[in-house]
């Protein structure tokens, strides 16, 4: 029955993503149901851009439905929540109108939220997990209505809830309206993308839920913020103001460091990816800031190469990020846990999830001849080009956000070599690691199948980048910045800088193999000696010598001291005898988040005294609740 | 003719419910609530018969049966068992009539603009007023109920007064509508029953000031 569900989902999947490549290369369509749904009926709209996302959505709930057929077992519960959940990810960039839309974005928020709940109730800390349930739907709530006071606002500026309408009025509206309906969209969509300071539903859902239900939700659902932020930003509310896109720029450059800075630290495998999704989201709103910088001050052809780079990495987030997810789901299968303190030497036990995260790996910590590579290079482009724009305090904000985006770059390198290193290698920490099981089949299949779609996507490059261009051209118009050259090279902005991704995969490769055919062909054979491994002359090696993750993040901790200002606890138990020997010595460093402390906890504070205010009508006693009822109903009638 | 056998149906319904505010005893007031339903159900008929409509005898049929046979057996079955509230001592009925009375008085207020135009073409605006009173009373009834068994009255004489606007105001609703209320009206006075039996479990009561300790 659960295995039914998840081909059907598979097959939804692998059909929208079809439809979607066809809508992205120009195939539109239109469905309007005006019966079936009250205020404006139901609207579906197919453009380049819905279709870029449909078939994101689509390709990607493939391998996680296949995924799911092995991950969740004989588990029914979750498989019909799950469907629903893909479907209204699908419904989201084809709705036309403003109900559609919000039953959409509604039903897709329902869905996880209730697949959040459902991996908690299976998981190890149920309280911590409803906890997990509790923020991740205040939060999405909380953003649902500022996107809906900015749409409703719209639709009455406007006279329309249908959105081709309003981008035919929107030029009309005053410089103020339009930014005041675009503050509240991007609140709301910025809620769902996960950018920083709205983010803090992000590590707590995203590991909560079963990891067939995480990947999407990394890899895909927090795209539908961005893709309502582009949808507001370059189609229902342009012409743009620059503030917008120096906002974006600052809020992505600021998500993108405190993203990876707390992935870092983090010793849940999971958690550690879900912050390093708002690395990513964080890299993606800063390409898109570039672009409606560029889009406001008339550059059109930089806005149109930061779009295409932003709408690359979301693609490429997507597959990298539900690979990893995927895989980190094939380890908590094989061992039970997340902790990585817990974890270690599973190379040996999961050969192909360990191969599968680190392809995942290698792509998401932008080396080549991944994906992540091509799509952080592309950025770095456009931003660089920010020379070209003539006010200095527009300037000042690119500078930063290059600064912020190189950082981000170097962290992320340093985390998945934490991620992977503590994970996969060395010995066992816990006998749950050391009786690991690989995979099912069908986990297998799904992430070998993601990680191929990683290399294609950076192989690919040349053929990909025009056809992004393309979608993009269609928000921002604009002749191609990237020209194909020789050996498949991507030559951006004319001569501004080229890449040719199969001559660095080449080179890569040839590096790697060259010296093993040398030595093949002269014939030298090393004659291997087996002994154990040099242990600094101890006698003893076990599992707890080993490193560990938070040894790993230590130097971070130190270094970055200001923005975690961790709390150390050194617990010291001494023999009673002689205070030379040290019976068990505990210690702790956990970190703060700033941003619960200076902003959730007053507003949780202040809402909760505002709270208790209200609380004086809540007697307890019904028959003055139902003098409330007549009161409303006799006040309502007289005064209208 | 049809305005008046509206109105003097309407207002035998109102004088009935003034007559329910002002009885105390359980048993009474459900006889009183028969009594309301039979006049409500006449007057659907004779709406029905006089303006045309017969999907509103039906209509009319239905709520006899419901209103009249059915929910006032689950009624009985509901005070089978209950302590009978024992009539305190100089505790009148005098000021809730004379606050039910007011509430007339407001519902002629409130519905001046329907009713006290001429230029509507509606036959029988001339009850909607009392209709409307019959409503605001129930809800009256609803509110001061000292009892879980007060309220269910007070609720059900709302809806039989909500039903009889509706038949005054429009000549019936769509019938599914009307299906649609019945049935939401006996699914509640079921659930009512639930919740009866439970708060006699816990408290041995059926007074609401018991449920004080359920606030959050």
């Avoid at chain 1, 509240?184 to 709205?198: C, D, H, Y």
């Avoid at chain 1, 200076?598 to 028959?623: H, I």
């Amino acid at each position: 029955m659960a295995a039914l569900v998840y081909t059907l989902t598979a097959l939804l999947g692998a059909a929208a993503a079809a439809t979607g490549v066809a809508g992205m290369l120009g195939a539109s369509w239109a469905v309007d149901v005006d019966w079936l749904v009250p205020l404006g009926g139901l609207a579906l709209e197919m453009d380049a851009l819905a279709g870029l996302f449909v078939a994101l959505v689509g390709a990607t709930a493939v391998p996680a439905s296949l995924y799911a057929i092995g991950y969740t077992g004989r588990e029914r519960r979750g498989c019909l929540a799950y469907l629903v959940f893909v479907a209204a990810m699908l419904a989201v960039p084809l709705a036309a109108n403003v109900m559609t839309f919000a039953l959409a974005w509604e039903l897709m928020s329902l869905a996880s939220y209730v697949l959040v709940l459902d991996g908690a109730r299976a998981g190890r800390e149920p309280a911590a997990s409803a906890h997990a349930g509790w923020v991740y739907a205040v939060m999405t709530h909380a953003g649902l209505a500022c996107m809906l006071a900015g749409m409703l606002l719209l639709t009455a500026w406007t006279g329309s809830a249908r959105f081709a309408d309003w981008t035919a009025a929107a030029p009309a509206l005053g410089a103020g309206a339009r930014s005041l309906a675009w503050a509240l969209l991007a609140l709301g969509f910025g809620a769902k993308a996960g950018g920083v300071p709205l983010h803090v539903w992000l590590p707590l859902a995203h590991p909560a839920a079963p990891s067939h239900v995480s990947a999407l939700m990394s890899g895909v659902m927090i795209k539908l913020g961005i893709y309502g932020l582009l949808r507001a930003s370059f189609v229902w509310l342009a012409p743009a103001l620059p503030w917008w896109g120096a906002t974006l720029l600052l809020v992505g450059a600021i998500s993108a460091v405190a993203g990876v800075l707390y992935a870092i630290v983090d010793r849940d495998l999971k958690r550690l990816l879900a912050f390093s999704s708002i690395e990513n989201v964080g890299i993606v709103l800063v390409g898109t800031g570039a672009a409606l910088t560029f889009a406001a001050t008339s550059m059109a052809g930089l806005a149109l190469l930061a779009l295409a780079a932003a709408l690359y990495h979301v693609v490429n987030h997507a597959a990298f990020k539900s690979l990893l997810f995927m895989a980190a789901g094939g380890v908590l299968h094989g061992t039970g846990t997340r902790d990585m303190e817990a974890l270690g030497g599973l190379i040996k036990r999961q050969p192909w999830t360990a191969a599968c995260f680190l392809v995942g790996a290698v792509a998401i910590a932008g080396l080549p001849p991944l994906n992540g590579f091509v799509s952080e290079w592309l950025m770095f482009q456009a931003l660089l080009q920010n020379v070209l724009l003539p006010q200095p305090s527009l300037n000042l904000v690119f500078a930063l956000a290059i600064a912020g985006l190189a950082l981000a770059a170097g962290l992320a390198v340093a985390c998945f070599v934490k991620a992977f290193g503590i994970t996969f290698l060395a010995l066992p920490r816990s006998d749950a690691a050391a009786a690991a099981h690989e995979a099912p089949v069908t986990m297998r299949v799904a992430m070998v199948a993601t990680a191929v779609a990683c290399a294609a996507l950076a192989l690919g490059a040349s053929s990909i980048v025009p056809a992004l261009a393309v979608v993009a051209a269609t928000l921002v118009p604009a002749p191609p910045p990237v020209t194909l050259g020789a050996w498949l090279t991507l030559e951006v902005s004319g001569e501004f800088a080229s890449l040719s991704m199969p001559a660095v995969a080449l080179a890569l490769a040839g590096g790697i193999l060259l010296p093993v055919l040398l030595l093949a062909v002269a014939r030298v054979r090393p004659r291997p000696r087996r002994y154990e491994t040099w242990a600094c002359g101890r006698v003893l090696q076990t599992a707890r010598m080993e490193y560990t993750a938070t040894a790993f993040a230590d130097p971070f901790t130190r270094v970055f001291d200001f923005f975690y200002r961790p709390v150390k606890r050194l617990d010291i138990d001494r023999h009673p005898e002689s205070r030379f020997f040290v019976r068990r010595i505990r210690y702790e460093n956990p970190t703060r988040f700033i941003v619960d402390e200076w902003l959730y906890r007053p507003v949780g504070r202040l809402l909760r005294a505002a709270a208790r205010r209200v609380a004086v009508v809540q007697s307890g006693s019904p028959n003055l609740y139902l003098a409330y009822v007549l009161a409303a109903l006799l006040l309502l009638l007289l005064v209208a | 003719m049809m305005a008046t056998v509206a109105n003097l149906l309407a207002f035998v319904a109102l004088a009935v419910t003034l007559v329910l505010v002002w009885r105390q005893s359980w048993r009474g007031r459900v006889r009183l609530f028969i009594v309301q339903s039979l006049v409500l159900g006449a007057l659907a008929a004779a709406i029905g018969l006089l303006a045309r409509r017969p999907v509103l005898l039906l209509v009319a049929a239905v709520f006899l049966v419901v209103k009249t046979w059915l929910i006032p057996r689950v009624l009985r079955r509901m005070a089978a068992g209950a302590p009978l509230r024992p009539v305190r001592p100089g505790r009148s009925s005098g000021i809730p009539v004379l606050v039910a009375g007011g509430l007339v008085v407001v519902a002629y207020v409130i519905m001046l603009p329907v009713s006290g135009l001429a230029s509507s073409a509606l036959p029988t605006r001339g009850a909607i007023p009392l209709a409307f009173a019959m409503a605001l009373i129930g809800l009256f009834v609803c509110v001061t109920g000292r009892d879980a068994l007060g309220q269910v009255t007070g609720f059900l004489v709302f809806e039989n007064a909500i039903f009889a606007l509706g038949v005054v105001a429009t000549y019936g609703m769509p019938g599914i509508v009307e299906a649609g209320v019945f049935l939401e009206v006996l699914v509640i006075v079921l659930l009512m029953e639930g919740v009866l039996v439970q708060m006699r479990r816990e408290h041995d009561s059926l007074d609401v000031d018991r449920l004080r300790e359920l606030r959050g």
